[in-house]
T-cell receptor, first 113, second 110 residues
Framework: EAQVTQNPRYLITVTGKKLTVTCSQNMNHEYMSWYRQDPGLGLRQIYY???????DKGDVPEGYKVSRKEKRNFPLILESPSPNQTSLYFCASSGLAHYNEQFFGPGTRLTVL | RKEVEQDPGPFNVPEGATVAFNCTYSNSASQSFFWYRQDCRKEPKLLMSVYSSGNEDGRFTAQLNRASQYISLLIRDSKLSDSATYLCVVKGDSNYQLIWGAGTKLIIKP
């Protein structure tokens, strides 16, 4: 089954404790992206990647890191989480030619205390 | 002004009715537009693209008005399963950038 998976789905952590949210896709997509979704705001892009070892900042990259060492994986790293990073996070992937049709993972609900 | 704006709703509509909502965008040079659907606590999924000539897919019709810089989504003969949040998406200036509206919540009542 074609899918994007994220782990963990839910996470409660404390300020300053490094964490990683994993994202993996099995559709051989070149393009992968991380978004956060907050009430009253649209999805905001954090980082994106157009291929292995190619990453770029989105609209709200501060406080986040990413890596793309393999085509299928695109982990999101919060080195020192803060309460304002409490949010719903989505990973998405697509082919470069059809990036408007993004396939999303199920989301990770993160709470930073 | 936000780049993409939507009425957050909720729109409460009886089953079988027709409902329409708009999305305005600020960049007059925008070329590509899309509607995504997001069920409660789920991930967004592409509903349909919006072409200059309009686009119809079953009970759903999407229209583009460039002069007034808005796109619309019309749902005819609404079903209970249409209850969701509808996200308006506009292609940004940068390659592979999509700008998302905050969504319009639709509730279909029996």
């Amino acid at each position: 089954e074609a899918q994007v998976t994220q782990n963990p789905r839910y996470l409660i952590t404390v300020t300053g404790k490094k964490l990683t949210v994993t994202c993996s896709q099995n559709m051989n997509h070149e393009y992968m992206s991380w978004y956060r979704q907050d009430p009253g705001l649209g999805l905001r892009q954090i980082y994106y990647s157009m291929n292995v070892e190619v990453t770029d900042k989105g609209d709200v990259p501060e406080g986040y890191k990413v890596s793309r060492k393999e085509k299928r994986n695109f982990p999101l790293i919060l080195e020192s989480p803060s309460p304002n990073q409490t949010s719903l996070y989505f990973c998405a992937s697509s082919g470069l030619a059809h990036y408007n049709e993004q396939f999303f993972g199920p989301g990770t609900r993160l709470t930073v205390l | 002004r936000k780049e993409v704006e939507q009425d957050p709703g909720p729109f409460n509509v009886p089953e079988g009715a027709t409902v329409a909502f708009n999305c305005t965008y600020s960049n007059s040079a925008s070329q590509s537009f899309f509607w995504y659907r997001q069920d409660c606590r789920k991930e967004p999924k592409l509903l349909m693209s919006v072409y200059s000539s309009g686009n119809e897919d079953g009970r759903f019709t999407a229209q583009l008005n460039r002069a007034s810089q808005y796109i619309s989504l019309l749902i005819r003969d609404s079903k209970l399963s249409d209850s969701a949040t509808y996200l308006c998406v506009v292609k940004g200036d940068s390659n592979y950038q999509l700008i998302w509206g905050a969504g319009t919540k639709l509730i279909i009542k029996p």
